[in-house]
T-cell receptor, first 112, second 113 residues
Framework: QKEVEQNSGPLSVPEGAIASLNCTYS??????FFWYRQYSGKSPELIMS????GDKEDGRFTAQLNKASQYVSLLIRDSQPSDSATYLC????????????FGKGTMLLVSP | KAGVTQTPRYLIKTRGQQVTLSCSPI?????VSWYQQTPGQGLQFLFE???????NKGNFPGRFSGRQFSNSRSEMNVSTLELGDSALYLC????????????FGEGSRLTVL
């Protein structure tokens, strides 16, 4: 059973702080890793993808991947109240399919 | 570029009925995936269609089925509805290259009474 684990939160941070979201996965064959953001009442939207070990930065977001530890993280710098949402970690086996296994998400609350 | 369109957005059914949900992917995308989202289980994969063929299926009973048409539009059907089928059903579109980068529609919220 492929599993993706996330702390459900909520993770509360003040505006301007760094929010750190973590995710572990069970399938060592996982190839691709994603972070989706889901606002309340909305559908998930892709914010970051990472495919190799190390860091990947995109604006205020940095994704980190450590395949040996089966660990993925998302850092959000200079957090804004508009970042308040549920962040979903997702992985795919790289089998050629677009099938994702999602974690249940971490709720992030950024207070002004 | 138009996004993923799902219809209907909301629907209420009673146990034992069946329901059909529709999804129009982003133009040019050949893969359509369906996910069920519930508060308890989160997002769970139902199936993926690519070029009218189901190429992957999740661990759901046979009451859940789907299909894809030649224009890439997809439908999913749930027969003999149960209370536990109440959920948000999300359709996701992708080019089909297996990258995992999905573009979700707004979802169809099904309530079974």
């Amino acid at each position: 059973q492929k599993e993706v684990e996330q702390n459900s939160g909520p993770l509360s941070v003040p505006e301007g702080a760094i929010a750190s979201l973590n995710c572990t996965y069970s399938d060592r064959g996982s190839q691709s890793f994603f972070w989706y953001r889901q606002y309340s009442g909305k559908s998930p939207e892709l914010i970051m993808s990472i495919y190799s070990n190390g860091d990947k930065e995109d604006g205020r977001f940095t994704a980190q991947l450590n395949k040996a530890s089966q660990y993925v993280s998302l850092l959000i710098r200079d957090s804004q109240p508009s970042d308040s949402a549920t962040y979903l970690c997702a992985v795919t086996s790289g089998s050629g399919y677009s099938t994702l296994t999602f974690g249940k998400g971490t709720m992030l609350l950024v207070s002004p | 570029k138009a996004g993923v369109t799902q219809t209907p957005r909301y629907l209420i059914k009673t146990r034992g009925q069946q329901v059909t949900l529709s999804c129009s992917p982003i133009s040019g995308h050949r893969s359509v995936s369906w996910y069920q989202q519930t508060p308890g289980q989160g997002l769970q994969f139902l199936f993926e269609y690519f070029s009218e063929t189901q190429r992957n299926k999740g661990n759901f009973p046979g009451r859940f089925s789907g299909r894809q048409f030649s224009n890439s539009r997809s439908e999913m059907n749930v027969s003999t509805l149960e209370l536990g089928d109440s959920a948000l059903y999300l359709c996701a579109s992708s080019p089909g290259t297996g990258s995992g980068e999905l573009f979700f529609g707004e979802g169809s919220r099904l309530t079974v009474l």
